[in-house]
């Protein structure tokens, strides 16, 4: 009797054991539905994020080659003597117009001021005349 408890445990258990298989067994399936699911919904928009991400990288190494072209422009004028020269010239000159302009309105402010007490003069000799 006690071996026939045992048997009939003994295939209990082992029944149980093989729906518990059967049941992890069908776990990998469930997990690729999952997974195409997660996939069905997320994959189009990761593959439109992707394509912006690619062209925002191209227009930035485009952007960086563009900088690059400038700034060896720049570093070839800076080294250029002709450039230093003309350029220490244009200050110069920029700062005699200046001053030449600054003369040309004092003289100017003088003419309007010679210009009225001439005015004044000639009516007051005028004034003197017809008396």
């Known amino acids: 009797m006690m071996m026939e408890i045992e048997a009939a445990a003994v295939a209990e258990v082992q029944s149980n054991l093989h729906s518990e298989t059967e049941q992890l067994v069908d776990i ?3 997990a690729d539905s999952l997974v195409q699911g997660i996939l069905e919904v997320y994959q189009p928009s990761v593959e439109q994020i ?3 991400l690619q062209e925002i990288v191209k227009k930035q190494k485009n952007v960086i080659e563009k900088m690059k072209y400038e700034n060896k422009q720049l570093s070839e004028a800076a080294k250029d003597d002709l450039c230093c020269t003309v350029y220490s010239l244009i200050k110069t000159y920029q700062e005699k ?3 030449i302009k600054k003369e040309l309105g004092n003289v100017h402010e003088k003419t309007m001021k010679l210009k009225k007490r001439a005015l004044r ?3 007051l000799r ?3 005349g017809f008396h």
């Open 97 to 99: 117009v200046f001053s």
């Open 121 to 123: 003069l000639q009516q």
């Open 126 to 128: 005028q004034e003197q």
């Open 28 to 30: 990998p399936g469930n």
């Open 50 to 52: 992707n394509n912006d």
